[in-house]
Nanobody, 127 residues
């Protein structure tokens, strides 16, 4: 089992940047495919970005492409989401998620595919 703890959220002006982090406790972090999801006020949780367990492949939702970058450091058990050119519509609680996988190129974009979730970090983008 793994526990996830997000940080790095906050209030930023439109056009600004934030970097979210997600630290995983427990062993075998490098065997987990990871992702970021978000839930905006009054909306359902949605997929943002995913990364393979080795970090060599990524996948983004259309709204994140070109602005967000997902990465991981397996030596530090940490997942990142670099967010640039932030917009008010990016305002949401951001969650990291993990699932064990034996598939080296496994990328998963649906919340039901993930076993473990963090508590979330709030991102607010002002206009």
């Amino acid at each position: 089992q793994v526990q996830l703890l997000e940080s790095g959220g906050g209030l930023v002006q439109g056009g600004g940047s934030l970097r979210l982090s997600c630290v995983a406790s427990g062993r075998a972090y490098s065997t987990y495919a990871m992702a970021w999801f978000r839930r905006a006020p009054g909306k359902e949780r949605e997929f943002v970005a995913a990364i393979t367990k080795n970090g060599d492949s990524t996948y983004y939702t259309d709204s994140a492409k070109g602005r967000f970058t997902i990465s991981r450091d397996n030596a530090k058990n940490t997942l990142y989401l670099q967010m640039n050119s932030l917009k008010p519509e990016d305002t949401a609680d951001y969650y990291c998620a993990a699932r064990p996988t034996e598939v080296s190129m496994g990328l998963y974009q649906y919340s039901y595919q993930y076993y473990y979730w963090g508590q979330g970090t709030q991102v607010t983008v002002s206009s």
